[in-house]
């Protein structure tokens, strides 16, 4: 079976660390693996999405609607917009962050205030303060790392495998923040 | 080695482990990372060229002194190239010579979604289209024996999803070809009319004996499942249909886009009762089949508009509808924007202050389009915003001389913006023509130009000398602003709109994303101060909002320009 993750933000945000982690543990794991980035227009500040598939044999590179089975979102508005392609019972990790799009900013819309209740109504959400754990772990861009520790509860490889991965894409200066930052991820509400 | 690769850094290692020894390129969404990736290898000497055209001529005198040699491009940096395309066809080569050209169906990044296959049958060159990583590799490999094989350039075509979707490869060593010294040959490499007029049935006999390899070629690969009707796809296709029918269904997949074979797709068409063919954008295997007098079915039930997917390919067979959530809220889009800090910005500003008409091009500074400056008027293709204000004042004449510009940045204006000042200077319109330099070519990730003073390893190099150049078509009017200071660009704009003759305006200030740009202490709002007038908000910066009346700056984006500072009657940013 082939497992489909989507990892969504807004350009700029680090999603890219993110699925190379991401990529890098799942090979290692053994498994058919394929990551579909973006590049180009969409990383000035709009919104930008990554998609994970794993299994046996892989060929699609990119996941449709209904197709997901995790969504990380490093912005909660971001996880509203991508929430059509979560499989029925798949779940979203968000980040409680908000950044206000353009067409907000402006002043020609409205961020939509309540937008994390309504999503808990209709999908299993787990949402964290992401920004706050990475500024703990002593660096706000390690937003993507705690992300990627809140998803390592819901994938069957042990946390050691996880940091070997990390060592292996940071550079060494950063490695004790993210592993930091990892933890937690993983560890936030126990 | 096993690796997890996206398909531009497989193309490269291919390039690499088939002794690729010169790559010439111009950056362009989905192609650039090609280079990129090449150019970390030292055995591959790199190099942005100013553009496609020129990096397509420096790979065929690479080609002719006997190296192997590649230029990449996205599919319209191919019409640039397309003079010399048509052409390198009727010399062929002498080392392997291999085209890659991206296109980006469903405009990711694109001003257009034209489909480069039908060049690869216009220039009659041959054309592999790989599926995944692997595929690129390998097919990159065998692009530069068949180029050799055949006496002919040979086309690499990605899309987007393959070009940036990591999937797993194996990599081999590096095998050197054995150097081609160059033999005078004029009938093959002057291409005048009595030596091309021998070239061309050559060229002609060529697509047939590749027709021929088609017909048996690994590449090209029947899948015959139990399901009674047949697919015939290729590319990133092939991955949907397969996703979709898994082992079950007939596919037959072609690795060799062009030429087609045709006895294989008639021995294919007979062992299935139907046919589908599943293609991107335009009817182009469909065109062929039913050439061929074989009723198949595409395009009546695929969409030529845009990508297709796993779940346009079920949907098209009727198979089932996903089952998915969505939220009651209108979720307000996204669009990309110009950074905080962005130099272009305080241009724009002005422009759109002055009520300026401005003939636009494509680059970063394209987003100044978007609300709320609302600056731009025309993009057409690079270069276009020079000499379509040319055309602009010279139908509008005194009426809009003085009320229109046009904007470039310094990688487009170096890529084919000089052509249009020199018809400007040459043929007398009273232009104004903004050049708006931030040091790096900023849309396709940061590489370096001609004007920057770098190559592509980061080395120094010649550093073309704008306001020089500028002089030496014939523009005595040159100005250089810093588009930081509001009054100074407005007070330069002026003057050199009411000049009577042709002007350039050089809008200078490095990219804030640059690493050797220090970003400044970021701003801040007092709060009683402000009185909520709104002026800084006309910037559209987006570390610029209202909070509860009152200006707010997001100090994690902002950094310290002070351009909303100079909009700021009330002196409230500090
Ligand atoms: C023929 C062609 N080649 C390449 C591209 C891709 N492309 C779009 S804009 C651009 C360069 C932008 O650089 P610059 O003019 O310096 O402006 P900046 O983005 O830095 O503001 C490139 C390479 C294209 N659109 N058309």
Redo the contacts between chains.
Sequence with gaps: MTKSIMIVGVGGQGSLLASTLLGKLLVTEGYDVKVSEVHGMSQRGGSVVTYVRYGDKVYSPIIEKGDADCIISFEKLEAARWVQYLKKDGVIITNTQQIDPMPVVIGATEYPADILTELSQKVKVDALDALSLAQQAGSSRAVNIVLMGRLARQLDIPTEKWEDALRAVVKPQFVDINLKAFELGYNFGL | M?E?L?GNAAVARGLYEAGCSIVSSYPG??S??ITEMAAKYDEIYCEWAPNEKVAMEVAFGASVRGKRTCCCMKHVGLNVAADPLFTLSYTGVNGGLVICVADDPGM??SQNEQDSRHYAKASKIPMLEPS?SAEALMFTKLAFELSEEFDTPVFIKMCT?VA?????VETSERVLPEDKPYEKNPQKYIMVPANAKLRHPFVEERTRKLTEYAETAEINREEYGDSDFGIITTG?CY??V??VFGESVSVLKLGMIHPMPVERIKSFADKVKKVYIVEELDGFIETHVKSLGIDCIGKEMFSNIGEL???AVATAFGLDE??????????????????AGCPHRGMYYTLAKNKITVLGDIG?YT?GS???LNALDTTLCMGASVSGLHGYNKAGGKETEGKTVCVIGDSTFMHSGITGLVNISYNASNSTVIILDNSITG???HQQNPTTGYNIKGDPAAKIDLETLCKAVGINRVRVVDPYNLAECDAVLKEELSAEEPSVIISRRPCVLLKSVKAKPALTVSKDDCKSCKMC?KL?C?A???HDGKADIDA?LCVGCGVCTQMCKFDAIK
């Design positions: 096993r997890l996206i969404t989905p650039t990372e990711h990044s995944d999803r940036h979707s990591q999937s797993i990133t991955q949907y397969k996703e997917s796993q779940l996903p089952q998915f959530a969505s939220v009651d809220t209108n979720v307000p889009g996204r669009p990309p924007v110009m950074c970063c987003l978007m609300p709320p849309m396709t990730g908000m559209g987006p610029i909002s209202m994690t």
